[in-house]
C-alpha cells in the first residue's frame, strides 16, 4: 500500500515564525502536492512538483514556497508564518494522471 | 476556480438508505474522481472513471458520468454508519495537466 506521511498532526506556532511541513511518500511517485483545506472553500492547490528539485505554483502560493530536494520528499515552507495561514495542510503524491494519495493532513494554528 | 462542483452540499440519511451525490464540472476532462475524507483526516481515493466511461461500479459504489451534460454522480447502496464522511469529486483539466481540481465537497451523515 502506498504510504504518505506528515511530519506533525498538530502543529501550534507564533505569527512571524518560519515554519517546515514535510512529507513523505514511499512509492516513488513522481508527483507530489500541497494543498490547503479552509471550511467552506475546499482543497486548495498551493504548489505541486513533477520531478526533484521541479515545482510549480498552483492557485494559491502566495506566502508559501517548496522544496524538493529527494523524490520522496516534499516540503512546504512558511517564510513568515500569518494568522490567515492557520488551516489544514494536505499532501498528495500521485504516478502520471491518476490517483492521489493523501498524507493524514497537519492541521496548523498560527497564534 | 473550481472545475467541480457537488450538489448537495449536505446530506443526511437513515442507514440502509441510498446516498447519491451529484458533481458539475466546466471543461473537458480525461478522468473524473472520487474520494472520501472522515473528519479531520487526509482523503481516500475511491474511484476512478474514465471519459469513454459511462458507468462504473465498486463494491457497494455506483459512479456514473455524462460527458455530454458535464456531470457525474455517486450512489452509494445500503448505506451504513460507517459511510458518514465528506465526498468530493476531482478532475484533471484535460491535456496532459496531471493536477485535479477538487469540488467542496458533500458531508454525508448515516444516522443509525
Known amino acids: 500500500d502506498v504510504k504518505v506521511t506528515q511530519s506533525s498532526r498538530y502543529l501550534v506556532k507564533r505569527t512571524g515564525e518560519k515554519v517546515f511541513l514535510e512529507c513523505v511518500q514511499d512509492?516513488?511517485?513522481?508527483?507530489m502536492f500541497w494543498y490547503r483545506q479552509d471550511p467552506g472553500l475546499g482543497l486548495r492547490l498551493i504548489y505541486f512538483?513533477?520531478?526533484?528539485?521541479?515545482?510549480e505554483k498552483g492557485d494559491i502560493p502566495e506566502g508559501y514556497s517548496v522544496s524538493r530536494e529527494k523524490k520522496e520528499r516534499f516540503s512546504l515552507i512558511l517564510e513568515s508564518a500569518s494568522t490567515n495561514q492557520t488551516s489544514m495542510y494536505l499532501c498528495?503524491?500521485?504516478?502520471?494522471?491518476?490517483?492521489?494519495?493523501f498524507g493524514p493532513g497537519t492541521r496548523l494554528t498560527v497564534l | 476556480s473550481q472545475q467541480g462542483e457537488e450538489d448537495p452540499q449536505a446530506l443526511s440519511i437513515q442507514e440502509g438508505e441510498n446516498a447519491t451525490m451529484n458533481c458539475s464540472y466546466k471543461?473537458?476532462?480525461?478522468?473524473l474522481q472520487w474520494y472520501r475524507q472522515n473528519s479531520g483526516r487526509g482523503l481516500v481515493h475511491l474511484i476512478l472513471?474514465?471519459?469513454?466511461?459511462r458507468e462504473k461500479h465498486s463494491g457497494r459504489l455506483r459512479v456514473t458520468l455524462d460527458t455530454s451534460k458535464k456531470s457525474s454522480s455517486l450512489l452509494i447502496t445500503a448505506s451504513r454508519a460507517a459511510d458518514t464522511a465528506s465526498y468530493f469529486c476531482?478532475?484533471?483539466?484535460?491535456?496532459?495537466?496531471?493536477?485535479?481540481?477538487f469540488g467542496k465537497g458533500t458531508l454525508l451523515t448515516v444516522n443509525p
Open positions: 471543461t473537458s476532462i480525461n478522468n
Open positions: 512538483s513533477y520531478d526533484v528539485k521541479m515545482k
Open positions: 472513471i474514465r471519459s469513454n466511461e
Open positions: 498528495a503524491s500521485s504516478f502520471g494522471k491518476h490517483t492521489q494519495y
Open positions: 476531482a478532475t484533471d483539466a484535460g491535456g496532459s495537466n496531471y493536477k485535479l481540481t
Open positions: 512509492m516513488d511517485h513522481e508527483n
